[in-house]
């Protein structure tokens, strides 16, 4: 083992496995000293996002990436806000725009847009809101991991069984 020049502290000694960058994907690399023999994946993402039974990270992960953080839940958190929280305010802004018209409406909708952006200024604010959004996103994620499918597939798988169940023995 060599040392750096300016202080004695040991150079860590390369694995053979550090440097791949000669070998391509779904190439066998076979490691000498254990004769074993691994398929090389490579991949841009940390091996924690690429483990778990399908590649797609492992399911009991919790951590948030930034993207996670700073975008998705943030758009969820806008959707259940004009879906449920805040829909009567919603619904009376999108009301007014099309009474009043695109233009119009900007200036005309005013005071009914101040009403639904100080709901929703107080649902973003809101940390125990924001913490249910984000533990609804983990165990969405964490079944996707899981299963190796989103919700909206297996949505559609659950319906594709009760559609062959209910229909097996009707000629197509």
């Known amino acids: 083992m060599s040392t750096n020049e ?3 502290a040991p150079l860590p000694t390369l ?3 550090d440097d791949l960058s ?5 190439e066998i690399y076979t490691d000498p000293k254990t004769g074993k023999a691994y398929r090389v994946k490579k991949t841009i993402m940390p091996h924690y996002s ?3 039974p399908f590649g797609l990270g492992d399911p009991e992960d919790r951590t948030l990436r930034r993207i996670e ?3 998705i839940i943030p758009n969820r958190m806008n959707a259940h806000v004009e879906r449920v929280a805040c829909n009567a305010q919603y619904m009376d802004l999108i009301k007014c725009f099309r009474e009043e018209g695109a233009v119009k409406g900007l200036a005309e909708c005013k005071p009914i847009l101040a009403l639904f952006n100080k709901c ?3 649902k973003f604010h ?4 924001r913490e249910r959004m984000t533990e609804e996103y983990l165990q969405e994620r964490s079944d996707a991991r899981r299963s190796g499918k989103t919700i909206k597939q297996r949505k559609l798988e659950e319906y594709r069984q009760w559609k062959e169940k209910n229909e097996g023995g009707e000629a197509k």
């Open 126 to 129: 809101d940390i125990e809101f």
């Open 120 to 122: 929703k200024a107080d």
């Open 15 to 17: 694995l053979p496995t």
């Open 50 to 52: 690429s483990s778990g």
């Open 69 to 71: 953080a700073d975008v």
């Open 22 to 26: 000669g070998l391509k994907e779904g």
């Open 6 to 8: 300016g202080n004695n």
